[in-house]
């Protein structure tokens, strides 16, 4: 089993930032990728980004590229995710997942 617990949202207001966090613990493994994931109200659940478990390399779709940076405190076995610019459009619930065990998500609402 793999805990994962999310923290950080909050209502930001556009062209702001926030940062998540991901704190993994229980049977964490380095064959895991940790990834975000979110879903906004009325859509289906997107993929955001990813790292693997020793930080080495990342990954982002297009639409948060350049905006968000996902970064992980091997110490701490936490994941973040930096997150600027903030548009209407990234309003969402905010899911960590690792293997197949997910977060109870973090809501992300960004103002006008």
């Not at 998540?20 to 955001?48: H, I, M, N």
């Not at 110490?75 to 997942?97: E, F, G």
């Amino acid at each position: 089993q793999v805990q994962l617990v999310e923290s950080g949202g909050g209502v930001v207001q556009a062209g702001g930032s926030l940062r998540l966090s991901c704190a993994a613990s229980g049977r964490t493994s380095s064959d895991y990728y940790v990834q975000w994931f979110r879903q906004a109200p009325g859509k289906e659940r997107e993929f955001v980004a990813r790292i693997t478990w020793n930080g080495a390399a990342t990954y982002y779709a297009a639409s948060v590229k350049g905006r968000f940076t996902i970064s992980k405190d091997n110490a701490k076995n936490t994941v973040y995710l930096q997150m600027n610019s903030l548009t209407l459009q990234d309003t969402a619930v905010y899911y960590c997942k690792m293997g197949v065990f997910w977060g109870q998500g973090t809501q992300v609402t960004v103002s006008s």
